[in-house]
């Protein structure tokens, strides 16, 4: 399945980890996240890498909707992911059933360069952390 010259690919998130030690585990399904900011983590590697399966795989059952599988694939074929920024978690961590995530992600679209500033909550699902929702706010990047 891995090709040796992918074990030390830096991961998407820039956490400057080697990607087969950051999120791969838990995008490809072996490993689930054990925080909330690892959660989100893969979860934007997730939608650097076009993984929608694990994107829905990931939001809070009562969020999921029929046509998730359809917008999220039409928005990461408009969208390059440029970069992660994370701004600040509370609670989260291994003991925790909530979390909060604040962060700063990068991308173009449209030949524009912007960033999606969001302060998502976590909780815990089944055991595993999944995505809720968040306050979201897009602005143009300023140079
Ligand atoms: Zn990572």
Same mark, same amino acid.
Do not use: E, L, V, Y
């Given at each position: 399945m891995l090709h040796d010259q992918d074990l030390n690919r830096k991961c998407?998130?820039? %956490? %400057?980890?080697p990607f087969s030690f950051c999120c791969e585990p838990a995008v490809e399904g072996y490993k689930p996240a054990s925080t909330a900011e690892a959660l989100m983590r893969s979860r934007y590697t997730a939608f650097a890498l076009g993984q929608v399966d694990y994107l829905i795989n990931t939001t809070a059952e009562r969020y999921r909707n029929p046509d998730d599988a359809v917008i999220l694939s039409e928005q990461i074929q408009a969208t390059t992911w440029t970069g992660l920024e994370i701004i600040m978690t509370e609670q989260g961590k291994a003991e925790d059933e909530t979390g909060i995530v604040e962060f700063i992600a990068s991308f173009e679209a449209a030949g524009e360069a912007a960033q999606l500033h969001e302060k998502s909550n976590f909780r815990r699902e089944n055991g595993h952390w999944v995505y809720v929702d968040g306050e979201v706010e897009i602005r143009p990047q300023t140079a």
């Open positions: 998407p998130c820039g %956490s %400057s980890k």
